[in-house]
């Protein structure tokens, strides 16, 4: 899997976190296995809801978004997610990612939900379970 970790630049005035996806691009995004890649990224939102983490108040839906865009996604041959941690503009956001302490409490969330992402059975195409 490939889980690209980053902090946004939106406005001052938003903030929280959100998980990137990609969108399904024939040709492109066939190896990522988009359906694993979408429960990769709701593992990673559920566990930095479960850390306390606010969802972004500017961007995707409940903590998730799907993008065409961008080459990290959709050139991965694994599933793959980006993390948006916070947003650097916003000082609230800033404080907790430019501590030390900060990204350490970002880092065990992001772990927590690359364990969980890989503790789902899985079916003979690698697919988790239940994913249609």
Known sequence: ???SIHADG???TDHGFHVISPARLAGYTDRTRARSARQLARELRDAMVTAGFTRATYTGHR?????SDLGTLNLAHS???????GNMRNAQDASVIERAAGRAWIARAIADGIASYLSLPRRPDGVAAGQR
């Open 1 to 3: 899997m490939l889980v």
């Open 79 to 85: 599933p793959a997610a980006m993390i948006e941690c």
């Open 10 to 12: 939106a406005a001052a």
């Open 63 to 67: 903590g998730l978004a799907v993008r």
